[in-house]
């Protein structure tokens, strides 16, 4: 199965500055073998990267509305983001459950939106501090999934985010990632059966050049949600070519 590298910008980059990073990236850019990029930006950004990112590379929001259209001011529908050239999109980041008070049933219906118009949901899970500390991470990450997936097809991404590990510099150990990336992977059996195995489990949390390959070469991770480092060409560059 192909890697997959998701850079989060989340609330960065004007559309300016997100046409500034593609036409950077496409002097530098050559693919790595395995590996699919996509860039997760704000949504106003999404013209700039139709227009100006290297042919190959996908692009997409990072919230979606969960309903189709109407009367809901300020939200973004998946037919937009669709229209738009986008391929997937983030549902259920950490930041959204903790600022905008997203619960698994809301994530849910996000990520069936997502797929009914063609998109690619990737649905975000991770425990907080307090919950590593009591040791209770793995059911309760588990939990997490099964509310965020309910009636959600097999055609998703799930990023495991311990949510201590995001912004803070502390990544979690490989070992701590494919931990999780397994026992989610045994969640997605329980599901969806064989398709389970076809089925992409990132990691995200501090993941930069010097410990995505590391991470990556798990077993059961196949890839990563990247946010600090998604930022600077070079940074991306450098995790590029850690997994080559
Ligand atoms: P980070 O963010 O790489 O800056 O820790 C990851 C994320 O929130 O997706």
């Known amino acids: 199965?192909?890697?997959?590298?998701?850079?989060?910008?989340?609330?960065?980059?004007?559309?300016t500055e997100a046409r500034s990073w593609a036409e950077e990236l496409t002097t530098k850019y050559a693919p790595a073998e395995g590996v699919d990029l996509a860039v997760l930006a704000p949504?106003?950004?999404?013209?700039?990267?139709?227009?100006?990112?290297?042919?190959?590379?996908?692009?997409?929001?990072?919230?979606?509305?969960?309903?189709?259209?109407?009367?809901?001011?300020?939200?973004?529908?998946?037919?937009?983001?669709k229209d738009a050239g986008a391929s997937c999109v983030v549902v259920g980041h950490s930041e959204r459950r903790e600022y905008h008070d997203e619960s698994d049933a809301d994530v849910a219906a996000k990520?069936?939106?997502?797929?009914?118009?063609?998109?690619?949901?990737?649905?975000?899970?991770?425990?907080?501090?307090?919950?590593?500390e009591r040791g209770e991470h793995v059911?309760?990450?588990?939990a997490q999934l099964r509310g965020s997936l309910e009636g959600v097809g097999a055609d998703?991404?799930?990023?495991?985010?311990?949510?201590?590990?995001?912004?803070?510099?502390?990544?979690?150990?490989?070992?701590?990632?494919?931990?999780?990336?397994?026992?989610?992977?045994?969640?997605?059996?329980?599901?969806?059966?064989?398709?389970?195995?076809?089925?992409?489990?990132l990691y995200g949390?501090?993941?930069?050049?010097?410990?995505?390959?590391?991470?990556?070469?798990?077993?059961?991770v196949n890839g990563a949600l990247v946010g600090g480092a998604s930022l600077k060409v070079p940074d991306v560059l450098g995790m590029l070519d850690a997994l080559r």
Not at 44 to 71: K, R
Not at 111 to 132: S, T
Request: proline residues 5%.
């Open 1 to 15: 199965m192909q890697t997959l590298l998701a850079l989060n910008w989340k609330m960065n980059k004007t559309p």
């Open 43 to 81: 949504a106003l950004d999404l013209s700039a990267l139709a227009a100006n990112l290297p042919a190959g590379i996908a692009f997409g929001g990072q919230d979606v509305s969960a309903h189709e259209s109407g009367a809901y001011t300020g939200e973004i529908s998946a037919a937009m983001l």
């Open 111 to 132: 990520a069936r939106q997502a797929q009914a118009n063609g998109l690619l949901p990737i649905v975000c899970v991770g425990e907080n501090l307090d919950v590593r």
């Open 139 to 142: 059911p309760q990450t588990l």
């Open 156 to 201: 998703v991404v799930v990023a495991y985010e311990p949510v201590w590990a995001i912004g803070t510099g502390k990544t979690a150990t490989a070992d701590d990632a494919e931990e999780l990336a397994a026992a989610i992977r045994g969640a997605l059996r329980e599901q969806y059966g064989a398709r389970a195995e076809g089925i992409r489990v």
């Open 205 to 220: 949390g501090s993941v930069k050049p010097e410990n995505i390959a590391e991470i990556c070469g798990k077993p059961n």
